[in-house]
């Protein structure tokens, strides 16, 4: 039994020549043919995405996140507010910076003004016995 293409009857020439591509059923999952209508073969291809168990993804994520995270920031300056956890002492404090930490204290209970200077970042002592 032969198949042939009806869509290319009543087409010029041309079109009838470009209707020649190899043409196969389309099937479901289990390859049994679904209806008898023939469908070009690039129209029938399905691409999917490589499977990949969770495992090895999780990998290859924890891998790319560690290559990310090797980069080891600049050192600070040691003197800087609160490096390796001495305190800030604020001296001869004008009275625009004497609202800013009063403003602080009114809206969050602490000193607010001295807490935006000292680096997330800083350094602090091991205090771990050894």
Request: charged residues 30%.
């Amino acid at each position: 039994m032969t198949t042939t293409n009806n869509k290319s009857e009543g087409r010029p020439p041309e079109a009838q020549a470009l209707a020649v591509e190899p043409q196969v059923p389309i099937n479901d999952r289990h390859n049994n043919a679904v209806d008898n209508e023939v469908v070009p073969q690039e129209d029938n291809t399905i691409r999917k995405k490589p499977k990949m168990n969770k495992k090895s993804q999780l990998l290859r994520e924890k891998k790319e996140e560690l290559e990310r995270a090797a980069v080891i920031p600049a050192p600070k300056d040691a003197s800087s507010y609160g490096e390796m956890g001495k305190p800030v002492v604020l001296t001869n404090i004008s009275t625009e910076i004497q609202r800013k930490i009063d403003k602080g204290w009114e809206s969050n209970a602490f000193n607010q003004y001295i807490s935006d200077l000292i680096s997330i970042e800083r350094k602090l002592p091991d205090v771990r016995d050894p």
